[in-house]
């Protein structure tokens, strides 16, 4: 055989390696929990949701990350966690995955970003551990929550109760709470390791 094949095939396995390797990264996963600028969410839920899509939405909006203006690409990034289940993030997907184990500050906010909407889009429905959030998120405890709440505490405790939203402490939904989270967020009232309490109620608000 001549030299010159054994360079063609040899370069031919090598990028046939390359080229698995690549397709390979794309599908590995890592723990959102590695996050170091990550807060809690934890959500009580009382009152059930019978529309799997709606609930979907609801959880989708917790999972959002934040970009802190003007701090380049930086990030707060939440892990939420329903009644009495483990805490759960959106994993870190593919090249990113990579990127933040060889050098965690390479990992901004768009890389963050993407991994969540490639999360909901792609992997959401297939992830048990996540499934069992959203079914115990639709299902609802059905008990009241005895919750002696601070009406004062407009910045790590929140009510969601339909229809009797002030967009101060009590919202209609997560996907209200989120902007307002962002905004707690970027004026540094919730920061690193900070427990959001989340309590979506059954009955009257008093």
Not at 125 to 141: H, R
Not at 142 to 168: L, S
Request: proline share 2%; glycine share 6%.
């Amino acid at each position: 055989m001549s030299r010159n094949k054994v360079f063609i095939i040899t370069g031919a396995i090598i990028s046939v390696i390359l080229v698995a390797l690549l397709i390979m990264m794309q599908f590995i996963q890592g723990d959102a929990s590695s996050i170091e600028n990550s807060y809690n969410i934890e959500i009580q839920n009382c009152s059930k949701v019978a529309d799997e899509n709606e609930m979907m939405n609801e959880l989708k909006a917790a999972l959002q990350p934040t970009e802190l203006k003007g701090k380049n690409g930086t990030f707060m990034s939440p892990m939420i966690k329903i009644n009495n289940l483990k805490s759960f993030g959106a994993p870190i997907f593919g090249m990113n995955y990579v990127a933040f184990y060889f050098d965690a500050v390479m990992y901004v906010y768009s890389d963050r970003k993407k991994d969540t909407d490639m999360f909901f889009e792609s992997y959401a429905k297939s992830n048990k551990v996540f499934q069992e959030i959203v079914n115990e998120a639709k299902k609802g405890t059905g008990k009241e929550i005895n919750v002696p709440f601070d009406f004062n505490n407009t910045t790590t405790e929140f009510i969601i109760a339909k229809g009797k939203a002030d967009k101060k402490k009590t919202f209609n939904s997560l996907q209200d709470l989120r902007t307002q989270l962002d905004e707690l967020i970027n004026k540094g009232k919730i920061t690193k390791g900070t427990t959001v309490k989340v309590y979506f109620i059954c009955g009257d608000l008093s």
